[in-house]
């Protein structure tokens, strides 16, 4: 199974919102592998956000990330990375679909609740980057047959 890194953002921690987003990736039979609070620095940001450190807004970008702790996690399942950006929808929020995270739950392009991985490499360079390998629990639930078919486990 793949896995895939998420951060809820400070708009989500200070807005209450941490339970309904990690509950709508549950009921959708994602596996919560890993997971913690954190306060990010300035070099961990620059690093995640290495593509855009010369663009005009990445200050604002960095005060934001930093105004709470966030919370990272790692999700497993099949096509995690593609089933997790759908889910989550368009970075800005006005232009998200109804139905995703971003689409019910925000109003704007910076403050958007999540961060989630948008490739399976770059999930892997991500949750080495914000977990030691030792925070990272690979198991099967034991409603795992209720998720998938067999051929699909």
Do not use: W
């Amino acid at each position: 199974m793949e896995q895939t890194f998420i951060i809820l953002k400070p708009s989500t921690i200070t807005r209450g919102l941490v339970g309904d987003v990690l509950t709508r990736f549950q009921r959708k039979g994602l596996i919560i592998t890993g997971i913690k609070m954190m306060r990010l620095t300035d070099d961990i940001l620059r690093e995640h956000y290495a593509h855009l450190v010369d663009r005009p807004f990445f200050p604002s970008l960095l005060n934001s990330m930093k105004a709470t702790p966030v919370i990272v996690a790692v999700l497993k399942g099949n096509d995690a990375v593609a089933v997790v950006r759908a889910m989550t929808g368009a970075t800005n929020c006005r232009k998200a679909a109804p139905g995703t995270i971003r689409g019910d739950f925000g109003m704007s392009g910076q403050e958007n609740i999540i961060h989630a991985s948008d490739s399976p490499e770059n999930a892997l360079i991500e949750i080495a980057r914000f977990f030691k390998p030792d925070e990272i629990y690979d198991y099967d639930p034991i409603v795992l047959p209720a998720i998938y078919a067999p051929d699909e486990r």
